[in-house]
Every structure is written in C-alpha cells, then in structure tokens.
C-alpha cells in the first residue's frame, strides 16, 4: 500500500509563486511516475505535470513555461514550482503517483490565486 501526501497549498496573489510539495509513503521499491493534477469547482480533472523515472517530463498547455516539476527519488518526492499564478489557476491539487500499474493519489491540497 502507498500513502499519498501534499503539502504547500494556499492563498497567493496573481503573479506570486508557490511550492508544492507529495510524499509517498509506504513499502516502495521505485515510483515509475509521479504527476499533480488540478480540478476546480465545476471541472473535471486535467493534468498539470508528470515525471517519469528517467526524469522525462510532461506539462499541461496551460501551465507550460510556468511550472516546474521535479523530483528527488530517494525521498520518493515530488515538487511542483509554480510561478507566474493566474486566478485561472485556482484549483484543489492532487498528487498521483504511480506504483506496478497501479494509481495512488493523495486528498489534495487547495491553491487559491486571488488579489
């Protein structure tokens, strides 16, 4: 079993920057992909960023040349820097890790972009 946590959510001003942070927990040999996806009020949930275990990664459209996905697989730990934030980008973020074919995702944790 593989636990899903974030962490570094909150309440940032357009143009401000945020970090957020997934850990995965649990008895873990190696992690193939780890991503953050969002899904705001009334969406359905779209992908941010994926990295995969050679360290290739993938972004969503929106956030392309504004986010940073990376990760440090000793600690089974993905980061996502965000910078540029546009109200647009206000949305529950969820961490997904995925673990021998299976999907693990974490409870979310709440970005809020507003002046």
């Known amino acids: 079993q593989v636990q899903v946590v974030e962490s570094g959510g909150g309440l940032v001003q357009p143009g401000g920057s945020l970090r957020l942070s997934c850990v995965a927990s649990?008895?873990?040999?190696?992690?193939?992909?780890m991503g953050w996806y969002r899904q705001a009020p009334g969406d359905q949930r779209e992908l941010v960023a994926e990295?995969?275990?050679?360290?290739?990664?993938n972004y969503g459209d929106s956030v392309k040349g504004r986010f940073t996905i990376s990760r440090d697989s000793a600690k089974n730990t993905v980061y996502l820097q965000m910078n540029s934030l546009k109200p647009e980008d206000t949305a529950v973020y969820f961490c997904?890790?995925?673990?021998?074919?299976?999907?693990?995702w974490g409870q979310g944790t709440q970005v809020i972009v507003s002046s």
């Open positions: 649990g008895t873990i040999f190696r992690i193939s992909t």
């Open positions: 990295i995969h275990s050679g360290d290739s990664t």
């Open positions: 997904n890790v995925l673990y021998w074919g299976r999907n693990y």
